[in-house]
């Protein structure tokens, strides 16, 4: 189960950080996910961390502004998102797939959070 948290409105150039436990499952042998989904739109990757969180992926439109990072201690996964956007509003949620390979479409994940609502303002 993944649960996410830290969601919220916020103005553009401001920062949120979001939040994603995981429980039920050994959360070390997962690679972890964040994919948002705008409204209207499909839903796609943000940033990925493979199993002991040396290697991060971002998509090019989050580069330099999101880190996402993970805590295999607490089986907890975030994501940092500092100068946020409007075009950045979205439901994000945090996906986990067993293995090292930190991919990129939504199919190749186990398990699903719910998700949690972000709005940036302009």
């Known amino acids: 189960q993944l649960v996410e948290s830290g969601g919220g409105l916020v103005q553009a150039g401001g920062s949120l950080r979001l939040s994603c436990a995981a429980s039920?499952?050994?959360?070390?042998?997962?690679?972890m996910a964040w994919f948002r989904q705008p409204p209207g739109k499909e839903r796609i990757i943000v940033a990925g961390?493979?199993?002991?969180?040396?290697?991060?992926q971002y998509t090019d439109s989050v580069k330099g502004r999101f880190t996402i990072s993970r805590d295999n201690a607490k089986n907890a996964v975030y994501l940092q998102m500092d100068d946020l956007k409007p075009e950045d509003t979205a439901i994000y949620h945090c996906?986990?797939?067993?293995?090292?390979?930190?991919?990129?479409?939504?199919?190749?994940?186990?398990?699903w959070g719910q998700g949690t609502r972000v709005t940036v303002s302009s």
């Open positions: 996906a986990a797939r067993l293995g090292d390979k930190i991919a990129t479409t939504r199919a190749e994940y186990d398990f």
């Open positions: 039920e499952l050994t959360f070390s042998t997962y690679s």
């Open positions: 961390i493979n199993r002991d969180g040396g290697i991060a």
